[in-house]
């Protein structure tokens, strides 16, 4: 017996020993650190897009600085998951660190972070990812589509054409998602040895993601990020939920995530370090596009780039438009860093060179990105500065079809209160006015909502709903329509209502399926009933309020009923 157990603990030996020997040969290159870096005050490399304990992240503010700080960053923003009610934590030194707040957003189209929100919403901002972005907008904020190409369906972007001040470019969580479990644990074994190297040997092709950024561009400015998308979390995956009950460790941790992967800012002047004036500073240069990525495990020197544009009408650094005919522009990462320097205009490679390139530039938007031997993902990835016209916004908004006249109005007393069992709601009439008390029920979110219900269309295909609405605080009112049959299947889209008294055209063929994910909208229909809908969706339970109506009305389909 006592043979057979020394034999069977010399064979787990020498198994120990083959897989650490296989591990040790297999290690990923050292990150190349260079000596004596230039010094440039006004740059501060950071991390975008980390998650704390606050939702499915493993530590706190503090734990997240001290390892930025270990790491050798200047700033970084936790983007935990919420619906935007809770007020941002004001901007922060820990550890000599900079912490700004901000909030990832889930939609019907996927994630959207808000960067740069003054305060809180007066309600949840949830839904459609337009709703969404126009509430983040509204409230003076920037939105960013989170992880765009994530091979899980449910974080993918899916609001094309949406007018996104920023996309991420690169989402290291994304990155890890695309493998296997037996690759991620052989990463996790190299990590042992070089952790952020491990790691970034796991980055493959962001093409489809540059592509995607390079598309918007021709639209608007839209800058780029890399997202570290750190957790510190391995073995829970809420995607937002709550994992506190979910078994895990703190693997990566966000000191060896913070030396993978970062954005470095260029401000106008250096820190001053008083915390909201520089949080200012490092947004401000984000929503410019005054940043770029570095991949810090493949070359640890995240000052390295140069990019300018330099022509009669001044110079251009790293983001903005250059004036005037064909200045010259140049970008260069340094000598010796075996990268090749590519310059892009809109997407397509227009000219290389090895550490350095320059060219003459006719009207675009350029980009550069260094790359390295044998690294599918670049080494760093520069904003964009526009030479010559500017897209500006130029992206056509979305139109909606024109609702033809006259509309019926629809009377007073065809209204009707809808409600779950624990919340209450009063209309009161007045002419053409409507005015209506709402209460949600208490308790957590079971699908609580007041909502008013009219079938005054009757036989009569509609293809519009109008009226004017108003609201002591602001808040969103879900416009639907109700569908004849059996299914009763609804369409519906939100609105956001305020104190100012505003006209509404809500157009059928504008209603997103609100049972079903379906590509299909009634453009015209006789419906069972119009609704007026407060719910959870935007309203958090117990909240209670009061909406007056003006001139609700339907618009019949052209062509008659």
């Known amino acids: 017996m006592r043979r057979l157990l020394l034999r069977l603990l010399g064979v787990a030996a020498l198994l120990i020993a083959a897989t650490l020997a296989w591990v040790v040969a297999t290690l990923p290159p050292a990150a190349v650190r ?74 019907t189209g996927g994630h959207v972070v808000a960067l740069n929100l003054p305060g809180a919403s007066a309600y949840p901002l949830a839904g459609e990812t337009r709703d969404v972005i126009e509430d983040i907008h509204r409230m003076g904020g920037l939105a960013v589509a989170a992880h765009p190409d994530s091979p899980r369906p449910a974080l993918r972007w899916r609001g094309a054409g949406l007018t996104v001040d ?20 052989a990463a996790a074994a190299r990590a042992l040895f070089r952790a952020p190297e491990a790691v970034a040997s796991l980055f493959q092709s962001s093409n489809a993601s540059l592509a995607r950024w390079d598309a918007a561009t021709r639209f608007r400015p839209t800058f780029s990020l890399a997202a570290v998308d ?32 970062a954005q470095t800012v260029v401000l106008e002047a250096p820190p001053t370090g008083d915390a909201a004036i520089d949080a200012g500073a490092v947004l401000a240069a984000l929503g410019s596009g005054r940043s770029y990525s570095v991949v810090r ?46 310059l892009l ?30 690294r599918p993902t670049p080494w760093i990835v520069s904003n964009v500065i526009w030479v010559g016209a500017r897209a500006q916004d130029s992206l056509p908004p979305p139109t909606s079809p024109a609702c033809s006249v006259p509309a019926t109005l629809i009377p007073g007393d065809s ?7 624990t919340s209450a709601a009063t209309i009161e009439t007045g ?28 036989e009569t295909a ?23 049959g059996n299914g009763a299947l609804r369409w519906g889209r939100s609105v956001y209502v305020d104190a100012t008294p505003r006209p509404f055209s809500v157009a059928l063929a504008d209603l997103d399926p609100l049972d079903r994910r379906s590509p299909l909208r009634p453009i015209a229909a006789r419906v069972q009933s119009i609704l007026l809908v407060v719910d959870t969706l935007n309203a958090k339970p117990g909240t209670e309020g009061a909406i007056v109506f003006k001139n609700l009305e339907f618009v019949p389909a052209r062509g008659g009923s």
Not at 310 to 337: K, Q, W
Request: charged share 20%; aromatic share 6%; hydrophobic share 40%.
């Open 34 to 107: 260079p000596s004596g870096q230039p010094a440039h005050p006004n740059r501060l490399t950071g991390a975008y897009h980390v998650h704390s304990a606050r939702s499915d992240g493993s530590g706190s503010a503090d734990d997240i600085a001290a390892a930025a700080a270990e790491a050798g960053l200047g700033f970084v923003i936790i983007t935990d998951h919420g619906d935007a009610t809770r007020p941002p934590d004001p901007p922060q030194y820990k550890h000599g660190v900079l912490i700004i707040d901000a909030v990832e957003i889930s939609t």
């Open 166 to 185: 920023g996309i991420e470019w690169f989402n290291a969580d994304s990155e890890a998602r695309e493998h296997p479990r037996t690759t991620l644990v």
């Open 230 to 261: 750190a957790h510190a979390r391995l073995g829970a995956d809420a995607d937002g939920g709550d994992s506190s009950s979910v078994r895990s460790i703190a693997f990566p941790g966000y000191a060896t995530m913070f030396r993978t992967i």
């Open 297 to 342: 495990a493949f070359i640890d020197s995240p000052f390295a780039l140069e990019f300018a544009a330099i022509g009669a009408a001044g110079r251009v650094d790293f983001a903005g438009t250059a004036a005037g005919d064909s200045p010259m522009l140049r970008a260069a990462v340094g000598e010796g860093t075996g990268a090749r320097l590519v």
């Open 345 to 374: 205009a809109n997407g397509r490679e227009v000219a290389s060179g090895p550490d350095k390139v320059e060219f003459r530039a006719p009207a675009g938007a350029y980009r550069v990105e260094a790359r390295l031997p044998g």
């Open 415 to 421: 209204w009707a209160v809808e409600k779950d069992r």
């Open 431 to 458: 002419g053409a006015d409507l005015r209506v008390q709402y209460r949600l029920g208490p308790g957590a979110p079971a699908g609580q909502y007041a909502a008013l219900a009219s079938g005054a269309a009757g």
């Open 462 to 484: 509609i293809e519009c709903i109008t009226f004017v609405a108003s609201s002591p605080k602001p808040m969103r009112l879900s416009v639907q329509i109700r569908a004849r």
